[in-house]
Each structure stands twice: as structure tokens, then as C-alpha cells.
């Protein structure tokens, strides 16, 4: 199946509600699945990824109604209230869904065995299950207890607390070991070498349970059953990865004046707001606010004229998700833009890294070239249409889509895997075009 894009012919206005973050929508459902009173989940997003959360905390013995496509009830069985799973536990596409109940399943006393689909099934699982076994966890899996299909079996031994130095700024990783830290015999820590997204932190606190952060350490205490606390409602805010497109293409095209409303605006997720503002993007923050202890704005975007710039590693765990979409705004920006420090790309659903090169050039020949773990850009260089591939990666389908809009047009190879984490994408799309 191809999709495809024409260019934009005016530009975009109005107001547009992004759907619920992803991340934030994960851990709405696991961590209310751990209390035992019904919480009210809000602007949940109904995508692929987080429907994988849904169907394993169901298999855990978790109550799940769902009133409409973006609201919940969650109920669990309180704190070591999960079951055994009678069946293989599917996290689809989904890394969150995967890492995240490796850290929740390897203190509790029963078996569970994870399988995923052909990407997930790639992807390094390795960097979890090494301090999860330091603690004293039972896990195993595929080539070197590094790969899916990974069963988690501990005969009910307490797991160890521990202060674990992580070698790779990941927030799945660290909420991993926190959630498996709620469970030790003494506090664990995680330290990183730059922090990264925080939102398992924010909402932990939610529930009752506090964390410590010292620089880039974060410790977790082990928590007691009146301790965990479920609240009646959550709130997600909107998705700003998701927001990304929208923020890079409203800047993109000239007389495009758009509101993005209800977007979260953690510091730890924001990163790329400071790059499109570095570029000149017009960007202004109204209607600020939090919710369910994370921040939320509306987002303002005017069109402006867009220049190269240079970030690394430092600011990545801040933007990792957002790379594709900043690859599109540097296209068309004036000048090189120089990204480095980028290596994690190379283990996401695809080799971003590698894939960006190959497809950008496809529609603008000689604009990206791929280090190792670094991307240079060309700004400028002219565009074409051209037919480019999606590698079933959701952000490359959606990056692509804003290219070709943005440009001359460009056919999408296997269009739908946007429905991993922006199922309205294309519908939202199709409402800009007049």
C-alpha cells in the first residue's frame, strides 16, 4: 500500500487537540493497574502501542473498561495484587510496554513470557535485563539474554536494592529498575550520564510514592502496601512528539498560524521547542499549566524562515522521538544542520539514522549524510517528488508526510504504521489540505 502527499497550498490555521501522550498514557494504565480503586483515565491515546499496555495489564488480572476510545477504568488488586498470566504477553511494537513490565514482573512470584512483533523483536533488551539480574531478578531470552521472545521467572526471592551507573541516558531503562526498586529490600538508585524524560517519576508521585533525585541519580525506595495510593482520575496531557509535526510544518509553510492545544511541556520532553527556536521558529506558550503533576501549554506556531543549527548528545535524551521531525524543518532550513551524539537512533524501530539519509535523499539527492552516530544536513537543497519508504516506522510515515507537503510531494511506502502512535494522523492531515 503508498500513500500519497501532495504539497501544501496554503497554509495552516486554526486549532488542532493532539492526541494523549504515549508515554504518559503507558503508565496511566500500569500504575493503575497496581492500586485497588477504580482511576479515570482521560485523553488516553488509543493507538497500537498503548492498546499493547491495555491487553497485558488485562492478562495480569487488571480490570479495564473502556467507556469510549479515549477514556478508562482501570482497577487492580492493589500493590502485589497481579497475577500469572495464562497466556504469552504480546507487546506488540512497543518498547514502553516491554521494558517497563520487565522492571514491574521481575520481583513478582510467578512466570511471564514476553513476545513482540518482527521490529520489537530486534531491538536490544539487553540494557534492561542486566541491572534487573544484578538486583536479583530471574530472566532469560533469545541470543544472550538479549532479545525477545524473554521469559521473566522469579521463584519469589526479594529483590536487591542497588545504585546502578546506566551507561545510556534511557527513561525505559530507568523506570524499569525503579519499578522493580518499589519491590526491593532497600532503596535503588539509577544514575545516568544526562537525565532523561521523567514522567515515571511524576507519576509515581501520584500514586504516593516519592522519588529522590540528586543531579542525574534518582532513588526509589521499597514501598509498602498502604503506601501506593491510586488517584481517581488522570489526565493525559497532549502528546508532544505527536505535537511535532504540526509545530515543524505550521513553521514550514509560509502564512500557517496554528494553536496546538493541551500539549505537554515537561523540561525532559521539550527539547524540541529549544531546537525549532534556535532555527527561528515562531513559537509562543499559552495557557500554561499542569496537570496530574506534568506541564501543559498551548502552543502558538507562525510560519518563519528557518536556519541550520548544531545540538548533541547532551540534548537528546530530550528529543530522541523528534530527530525525523527535525531532520524535515533542517531540509528546508538555510544552511547545515550538524546532529550528533544521535547512536540511539540506530536501535529504535528502525535505524533512523540510516533511514533518514536513504529516504531524504531520495526526494532532495546529496542533502543528509549519516555518521555513525551523527546526521548532516543540507538546508536548501532542492526537493523533488519521489516514492520513499516508512520502514513500518510511525515517525519516519509521519516526517515523510510533512516533507512531501512541505515540498513538492512524496508516495509513502506502507503508509499505516502511524497507527502505533497517531491513528488520526492522515485524517488531521486531509484536513488541512482545502
Known sequence: MKKHIAPLTQGLTGRLRIPGD?????????????????????????????????????????????????ELIVTGHGLHGLQEPACILDAGNSGTTL?????????????ATFTGDASLSKRPMGRVIKPLSQMGAKIVGRKDNTLLPITVCNPGKKLHGMTYESPVASAQVKSAILLAGMFADAPTTVVEPVTSRDHTEKMLAAFGVPTE???????????????????????????????????????????????????????????????????????????????GGEDAADLVITAAKLHGTTFGKDLMPRLIDEIPAIAVAALFAEGD????????????????LQAIADEWNKVAPGSVEAGEDSLVIHGGTPVQCAEARSYDDHRMAMSLAILGAAGQGVIIDR???????????YDTFQSFMG
Open 213 to 291: 533525585k540528586k543531579g542525574t541519580a534518582v532513588t526509589i525506595c521499597p514501598v509498602a502496601d498502604d503506601a501506593y495510593v491510586a488517584p481517581a482520575s488522570i489526565e493525559v496531557p497532549g502528546d508532544i512528539s505527536s505535537a511535532a509535526y504540526w509545530l515543524v510544518l505550521a513553521s514550514l509553510v509560509p502564512g500557517s498560524r496554528l494553536v496546538l492545544e493541551n500539549v505537554g511541556t515537561n523540561i525532559t520532553r521539550t527539547g524540541i521547542l529549544d531546537v525549532l527556536e534556535a532555527m527561528g521558529a515562531n513559537i509562543v506558550r499559552e495557557n500554561v499549566r499542569t496537570s
Open 415 to 425: 503508509p499505516d504504521c502511524v497507527n502505533i502512535s497517531y491513528p488520526v494522523f
Open 99 to 111: 521494558r517497563l513490565l520487565m522492571g514491574l514482573l521481575a520481583p513478582q512470584p510467578f512466570l
Open 337 to 352: 544542520t550538524v546532529i550528533t551524539g544521535a547512536g540511539e537512533l540506530r536501535v529504535k524501530e528502525t535505524d533512523r
Open 22 to 70: 504515549k508515554s504518559v498514557s503507558h503508565r496511566s494504565v500500569m500504575f493503575s493497574a497496581l492500586g485497588s480503586t477504580p482511576v479515570r483515565i482521560t485523553n488516553f491515546l488509543h493507538a497500537a502501542d498503548c492498546l499493547s499496555t491495555v491487553a497485558c495489564m488485562k492478562a495480569l488480572g487488571a480490570d479495564v473498561q473502556m467507556v469510549n476510545d479515549t
